[in-house]
């Protein structure tokens, strides 16, 4: 399984949080979900940090079956429409985008 993160690393615009919530929740997961080869869709909203630590505003992350699937949305026209919108979500936002590929495994839980 691969997961592709997109982290917002920065801040929203002090007052405006709400509508860059809303912006992402009504324009852009609607674009986000239909990437092509896409199995789930997570938006993780930053709520706190250690002392230190970066801000993360928000971060996306999209998990893929393999490779190949990423690829292929990485090649789609949603990825273009998405971009076109996150320019626009970047005006309520101050700091940088950067994008990581992982190759995710799960464990389940101990159980006492």
């Given at each position: 399984?691969i ?6 690393e ?10 860059f919530?809303?912006?992402?929740k009504?324009?852009?997961v ?7 080869g ?16 970066p801000v ?9 079956p ?6 292929t949305?990485?090649r789609?026209n ?19 985008v ?6 995710a ?8």
């Amino acid at each position: 399984m691969i997961i592709r993160y997109a982290l917002f690393e920065g801040e929203i615009h002090p007052g405006r949080e709400e509508e860059f919530r809303d912006f992402v929740k009504q324009r852009l997961v609607p674009l986000w979900t239909q990437f092509p080869g896409a199995q789930e869709v997570r938006v993780l909203d930053g709520m706190g940090r250690d002392e230190g630590a970066p801000v993360y505003a928000m971060a996306l992350a999209i998990r893929y079956p393999d490779m190949e699937a990423v690829d292929t949305a990485l090649r789609s026209n949603v990825r273009s429409e998405s971009r076109e919108l996150t320019g626009e979500l970047l005006k309520l936002f101050t700091g940088k985008v950067h994008h990581h590929v992982f190759s995710a495994n799960e464990y389940p839980p101990a159980v006492a």
